[in-house]
């Protein structure tokens, strides 16, 4: 073998272990919330240097906070679906209202697991489109729109405070399926970080929404943006528009709307959209 070629080979190995070692990372974080440097060298057998390196890679990408000698995930703790749904309802129904204007009969969506999803679930089932189909992952999404369209709940583990079905089951339904619009919530959305959420398994579901869609639709109250989470979902030119509402603040707009973000404002004091 040439020197060129070992080069080339060891480097190649060397970059699949590093991202090997820092999906781990990531793991560790998800389960325990806390790491330390020395800790991470002795489990993975490198240098502190190294562990610090991932950690500043993890904490530009994935939503993680150094710590001095660590690391912790943004998000903590996540509110249950009860408290989530009584926090910013008067925006997350806005929201619904403006996205449903986005939706025309006879299409096919994908609807993601989310209090500001399951708004727009209700005004669906209230409005029935005709011939609309709605594949979810969200089991209250389904509840609302049965009996009303023509459902499809993915299969999967229903995740306690979510009330979402992830795992392999959940990905693989929606890897089967091509939609015409994804409707998703999200967690966290800024310029470097693109969309993030608190659970590596939702973001694994998200990201096969967004796969299976020709449009994506992200549906983020204000308070999320400018927020990182715990798990990366996807870069924000991965997301056709985001529909937050007007009190979303002036200068993280127009950092998104820099970056090729397009974003549309949901009124809360009246009826109709802004153009």
Not at 175 to 197: M, Q
Request: net charge neutral; hydrophobic share 45%; aromatic share 4%.
């Amino acid at each position: 073998m040439s020197t060129y070629a070992h080069s080339n080979a060891y480097g190649e190995a060397g970059f699949l272990l590093t991202i090997e070692r820092r999906r781990a990372i990531l793991g560790l974080l998800e389960a325990q919330q806390v790491v330390t440097v020395p800790e991470l060298a002795e489990r993975f057998g490198v240098s502190s240097s190294t562990i610090r390196r991932d950690l500043a890679a993890l904490a530009r990408e994935a939503g993680v906070r150094r710590t001095r000698g660590g690391a912790l995930a943004l998000a903590r703790f996540e509110p249950s679906f009860e408290q989530k749904r009584a926090l910013r309802a008067e925006e997350k129904v806005a929201i619904a209202r403006l996205a449903l204007r986005h939706i025309r009969p006879g299409q096919s969506l994908l609807l993601d697991a989310g209090t500001t999803t399951l708004e727009l679930a209700r005004l669906l089932a209230r409005h029935r489109p005709h011939g609309l189909t709605v594949a979810t992952h969200s089991v209250p999404a389904a509840v609302e729109l049965g009996g009303h369209l023509e459902v499809i709940l993915t299969g999967g583990q229903v995740k306690e405070r979510t009330l979402a079905l992830v795992g392999p089951l959940a990905e693989r339904a929606l890897e089967r399926l091509h939609a015409d619009v994804a409707f998703l919530g999200i967690n966290g959305v800024t310029p470097e970080a693109g969309f993030t959420t608190p659970s590596l398994e939702e973001a694994a579901v998200k990201a096969a929404l967004i796969r299976a869609a020709r449009e994506v639709v992200v549906l983020a109250d204000s308070s999320k943006l400018g927020q990182v989470s715990f798990a990366h979902v996807a870069a924000l030119g991965e997301v056709d528009l985001l529909i937050t509402d007007e009190e979303a603040p002036e200068p993280t707009l127009r950092a998104l709307r820099q970056a090729g973000l397009r974003v549309e404002l949901a009124p809360l004091r009246s009826g109709e959209a802004p153009a």
